[in-house]
């Protein structure tokens, strides 16, 4: 059964940084594709960052230049660093499981940790 | 970007009527070369993490019930709930695969009369 616990959400200060970790179960990170999806509080989903394959990554513009994701195949473990942190990246942040032929949709979600940028 | 659209905001039905989820892309989302459509439908209940209901526009995913259905082509989408439940409350989303990045529509809110 595939599992993803994500952790490492909690208060943070504008311009600080923090580490989401994504813990898989049920599948090889390594293998996969492997996607952070955020939601603001009351608000939709916005996807922000995908990696796959050697080490392929792509990220949404609001996350270019300020946030990186990574993998620790050792760990399969999937995370998310954030720099500069801003009010507006406040959110639940989900890591989800894109399909097994790299089509862009989400099957498989963890339960998400919550950011909170404020001072 | 490709910009997702829904109508309406939200909406109340009865328990047993039918509800209706439009979704609208900013350009065509039908692959010719596979004739697919790269939409997918989401469920997601308060204080849970999306569920997905539906991808290739009109194909459920294994467990959801036969009453959500998906249908259209190109830009324009439905969802479709043949007879609302009660456990069906929820918010609703439409969301495109077929370019980077993925974009979601602004989310259906679906109540009971």
């Known amino acids: 059964e595939v599992q993803l616990v994500e952790t490492g959400g909690g208060l943070i200060q504008p311009g600080g940084s923090l580490r989401l970790s994504c813990a898989a179960s049920?599948?090889?990170?390594?293998?996969?594709?492997l996607t952070w999806i955020r939601q603001a509080p009351g608000k939709g989903l916005e996807w922000v960052s995908l990696?796959?394959?050697?080490?392929?990554?792509y990220y949404a513009d609001s996350a270019k230049g300020r946030f990186t994701i990574s993998r620790d195949n050792s760990k399969n473990t999937v995370y998310l660093q954030m720099n500069s942190l801003r009010a507006e990246d406040t959110a639940v942040y989900y890591c989800?499981?894109?399909?097994?032929?790299?089509?862009?949709?989400?099957?498989?979600w963890g339960q998400g940790t919550l950011v909170t940028v404020s001072s | 970007d490709i910009v997702m659209t829904q109508s309406p905001e939200s909406l109340a039905a009865s328990l047993g009527e039918r509800a209706t989820i439009n979704c609208r892309s900013s350009?065509?989302?039908?692959?010719?070369?596979?004739?697919?459509?790269?939409l997918a439908w989401y469920q997601q209940k308060a204080g849970q993490p999306p569920k997905l209901l539906i991808r290739w526009a009109s194909t459920r995913e294994s467990g959801v019930p036969d009453r959500f259905s998906g249908g259209g082509s190109g830009t324009d989408f439905t969802l479709t709930i043949s007879s609302l439940q009660a456990e069906d409350v929820a918010v609703y989303y439409c969301?495109?695969?077929?370019?980077?990045?993925?974009?979601f529509g602004p989310g259906t809110k679906v109540g009971i009369k």
């Open positions: 049920g599948l090889t990170v390594s293998s996969n594709y």
């Open positions: 989800a499981r894109a399909s097994r032929d790299g089509y862009n949709f989400w099957a498989y």
């Open positions: 350009q065509s989302i039908l692959y010719t070369s596979n004739n697919r459509n790269y």
């Open positions: 969301q495109q695969y077929y370019s980077v990045p993925p974009t």
């Open positions: 990696i796959y394959g050697g080490n392929n990554t």
